[in-house]
C-alpha cells in the first residue's frame, strides 16, 4: 500500500465476518468511518466538538467502493484516508484497506459540511479548512 496521510489499524472481529467467514461488504465502510473519525482526532479535531462550537456536521454525500480480495476473521488491516479535494463545503477522501502490501478495498468519499440544525450545507471553518489542505 503507497503511503497515505493517515493510516488506522484495525483487526477483524467475528462480527464483522458473513456466514462465508469473510468480511461482510457492507463492514468496509465503517472501517473507511473509523479512520476518518480517527484522521480528525490526529488532527485535534472531535466530531461532537465541532458540532459544540462550530455548528457543523459531517456526512457522507456519496461513497465508490471497489472490493478486491476478501478480509478474512483475525486480520490485522490498515485502513488509510487521504484527503484528495477540499472544497468549502465539502472534503473528498481517498481509502483503502490493505493486509500487509495487499490492498484488498478502496473508496472514494465524499464528505458534506452540513449546518447541525438546519442540514443545510455549511462552510467549514477557515482554520479547518487550512489544516485539511495541508493533510491533502
Known amino acids: 500500500m503507497k503511503q497515505a496521510s493517515f493510516l488506522w489499524p484495525i483487526r477483524v472481529y467475528y462480527e464483522d465476518t458473513d456466514a462465508g467467514g469473510v468480511v461482510f461488504y457492507a463492514n468496509y465502510l465503517k472501517f473507511f468511518e ?10 485535534g479535531h472531535e466530531q461532537d466538538q465541532l458540532r459544540a462550537s462550530e455548528g457543523i456536521l459531517f456526512v457522507v454525500r456519496s461513497v465508490q467502493v471497489d472490493y478486491l480480495s476478501p478480509a478474512r476473521f483475525n486480520d490485522m488491516l490498515q485502513i488509510s484516508a487521504e484527503v484528495t479535494l477540499v472544497k468549502n463545503a465539502s472534503l473528498t477522501f481517498a ?5 500487509g502490501d495487499e490492498v484488498l478495498a478502496t473508496g472514494l468519499i465524499r464528505i458534506a459540511s452540513l449546518d447541525a440544525d438546519t442540514f443545510r450545507p455549511k462552510v467549514i471553518p477557515k482554520y ?3 489544516q485539511l489542505k495541508n493533510e491533502h
Open 128 to 130: 479547518l479548512l487550512e
Open 95 to 99: 481509502q483503502a484497506v490493505a493486509r
Open 34 to 43: 473509523r479512520a476518518r473519525t480517527e484522521m480528525l482526532r490526529s488532527m
